[in-house]
């Protein structure tokens, strides 16, 4: 079975800080996304990357960077955490289909 | 652009009741349908695919039939169990590394 687990299932981090959001998966996959999950938003897509060092802007990149130094490690980095970031972040991985992790649930304050 | 369009829940059934889940698709060209489901506090899991047109996907007892004449992809189930509550997610896309577009979700709760 594909896995992509996620750093953490809950964070809490005050406004200004620095956030690391990490995603693995284990199986090889070229691609791996990043998107954030809100009420009444459904998913957006924030980053993608389709190979080591290669990254692409989603629908929503502002506020955020990535980062892929290794084929199944995907960040997400938040380099000033504002309240209007306080969300859902889902990562996915996929070579024909996606696979998501479990979620990270993000709270700034 | 490319969108999806699902029925607005909340959604709730009694216990072995049929379910129905419609999804509507705008989209060019040929791209593959999926129903993801998310249970609570969870990410989402892959339900179930169909990557052309005619093409059933299954599993777990759900169906959904891609319909290319009608842009469709209803999900449905003849007997639901309380164990199916979650929010179900319709998506589109057009390969691998392309972005899913997913419709905006349906909660489904079942009542035992």
């Known amino acids: 079975d594909v896995k992509v687990t996620q750093s953490s299932r809950y964070l809490v981090k005050r406004t200004g800080e620095k956030v690391f959001l990490e995603c693995v998966q284990d199986m090889d996959h070229e691609n791996m996304f990043w998107y954030r999950q809100d009420p009444g938003l459904g998913l957006r897509l924030i980053y993608f990357s389709y190979d080591v060092k290669m990254k692409e802007k989603g629908d929503i990149p502002e506020g955020y960077s990535v980062s892929r130094e290794k084929k199944e490690r995907f960040s997400l980095i938040l380099e000033s955490a504002s309240t209007n970031q306080t969300s859902m972040y889902l990562c996915?991985?996929?070579?024909?289909?996606?696979?998501f992790g479990p979620g990270t649930r993000l709270l700034v304050l | 652009g490319n969108s999806v369009t699902q029925m607005e829940g909340p959604v709730t059934l009694s216990e072995e009741a049929f379910l129905t889940i419609n999804c509507t698709y705008t989209?060019?060209?040929?791209?593959?349908l999926f129903w993801y489901v998310q249970y609570p506090g969870e990410g989402l899991q892959l339900l179930l695919k169909a990557t052309k047109a005619d093409d059933k996907g299954s599993n777990k007892g759900f169906e959904a039939t891609y319909r290319k004449e009608t842009t469709s992809f209803h999900l449905e189930k003849g007997s639901v169990q309380v164990s199916d509550s979650a929010v179900y997610f319709c998506a589109l896309a057009y390969s691998s590394a392309s972005k899913i577009i997913f419709g905006s979700g349906t909660r489904l709760s079942i009542r035992p």
């Open positions: 996915a991985s996929s070579q024909e289909t996606q696979y």
């Open positions: 989209a060019t060209g040929y791209p593959s």
